[in-house]
């Protein structure tokens, strides 16, 4: 193996350096940050901004990973769940909120659901109801036509035993 | 025959449902910026390295210190119709020299100071661009992605935002406002 000269050493030592130094400084950062589980908690509750029906807690898109840090940070420094909720209410609006907040016009995506539910659950009940009556309703039936069905039942019955394939032709004969 | 009524009213309000959640575009572009006539928040941000001469190693901003209306434009090295929108800026920075104060501001793009170097030189952008690393000041500015323009009133407020990349012609039109 050949020698390097001291100034050859020293600039592949330096050239490592930079790789090493771009390394930590890069993307990576963001992701290597220990972060607290508190952390994900809170991204639960916010939405990605450049993401499509992903949380924070889920994304790994550049701007979320430093959202999360942001979190920490904010953790690191004492604020609460509800302070740091409200630091980024504050600058993307109530759309930066996963669960929005239970006043005004937000309010409605709240109740009506429950409202769906309770509609839903007295529709059911008024047609339970309603076949429940239509279930218990006497049926007047005339003799003769008893008759009838009894005659169509035995002769349907003598068809099959005698031919299967007869089936269709056995069928009792519609009502005049 | 109600019956078909009613299942032919239900489908047709679900359809036109469907039909306007396909049709009605991109929804997340038409979110409005919550900095809307307020004025936004100071930041102090490191220059790209051929700033410095003129601007001095760091740029420190402050709602209306300026006394000249702004154009607070966020990019990223990465970003396609930044650099799309990019000569439009640096033209429109010229054509309003001493009168508009235009700042570009790197953002969402950890690490990429040389990438950031070279989007700066490409375009020979002469207004101060600026390096948010940790993007912190695209979250102080409740930025959703890149690109996105904010035109700021000389007293500070913050009078509309663009998402998406600007061109000449909406660069004029929002800067005749600022400056009604």
Redesign the interface.
């Given at each position: 193996m050949t020698r390097l000269l001291p100034l050859r050493r020293i600039a592949l030592a330096a050239t490592w350096l930079v790789l090493l130094a771009?390394l930590v400084?890069?993307?990576a950062?963001?992701q290597q940050r220990a972060l607290d589980a508190e952390v994900f908690a809170i991204g639960d509750e916010l939405r990605c901004?450049?993401c499509?029906s992903e949380s924070v807690a889920e994304s790994n898109s550049?701007?979320a990973r430093?959202?999360r840090?942001?979190i920490q940070d904010q953790l690191d420094q004492g604020r609460t769940r509800a302070e740091i909720l409200a630091f980024?209410q504050?600058?993307?609006?109530d759309?930066i909120l996963l669960n929005p907040p239970r006043t005004g016009v937000m309010l409605l995506v709240w109740l009506l659901p429950v409202a769906a539910l309770l509609v839903g659950a007295a529709v059911m009940l008024v047609l339970i109801r309603r076949w429940r009556r239509a279930a218990d309703l006497v049926v007047d039936v005339a003799d003769d036509d008893r008759e009838r069905v009894r005659a169509a039942l035995a002769a349907s019955g003598a068809a099959s035993g005698a031919a299967h394939a007869g089936s269709d032709a056995s069928a009792p004969a519609p009502r005049p | 025959m109600k019956r078909v009524a009613i299942v032919a009213v239900v489908t047709a309000a679900l359809g036109g449902l469907f039909l306007f959640g396909l049709l009605r575009g991109s929804p997340d572009r038409d979110i409005p910026s919550n900095l809307i006539g307020r004025p936004f928040e100071a930041f102090e941000l490191p220059l790209h390295a051929r700033y410095a001469p003129e601007f001095g190693p760091t740029l420190a901003v402050a709602p209306g210190e300026a006394g000249v209306p702004m154009v607070i434009n966020f990019w990223a090295s990465w970003c396609g119709p930044c650099y799309q929108e990019a000569p439009f800026l640096e033209d429109a920075a010229r054509r309003y020299e001493g009168e508009v104060a235009f700042v570009g501001i790197q953002t969402q793009d950890r690490g990429a100071l040389a990438a950031g170097r070279a989007f700066v030189d490409q375009f020979d952008l002469s207004f101060p661009n600026a390096i948010d690393d940790d993007s912190r000041t695209s979250i102080a500015f409740g930025l959703f992605g890149v690109p996105e323009t904010f035109f700021v009133h000389a007293d500070g407020t913050v009078a509309y935002k663009h998402a998406g990349p600007v061109d000449g012609a909406l660069l004029d039109a929002r800067i005749a406002e600022l400056r009604r």
């Open positions: 771009g400084g890069s993307t950062w963001a901004p450049t499509v550049a701007i430093e959202m840090v942001l980024f504050e600058r993307y609006g759309w | -």
